[in-house]
């Protein structure tokens, strides 16, 4: 799998607020959300409907740290956290830090992604 998927009981909109509580914790921070529906609607697709959203999250200093062993890192920067509904539960998920830093085989930062 390239993933991580849980599912909660809680609301999107509560889940959003949770996980924001949660990574404040790990030092990361949500430097931006996509409300996709919502940005589909203003481009003219009504077609989905389905709460959706996408989160960019960072640590800073993690970020800076990995982007200095290699720039090529940054193609993945900021990480994303999807957190949806579908089947009437909500999902939160995000791929696997070690899939991502994987394509690029650089082994030390193939161990710093398994920290998270």
Known sequence: MFHYTVESSKS???AIISLETQLKEEKF????QLDLP???HEKGVDSYDNPYHILEVCNPKEAARVIEINELVGYFLPCKITVYRSGG???IGLPKPTMMVGMIKDPELKDISRKY
């Open 29 to 32: 921070g949500i430097l931006w």
């Open 38 to 40: 919502s940005k589909l």
């Open 12 to 14: 999107v909109e509560e």
């Open 89 to 91: 539960t909500t999902k």
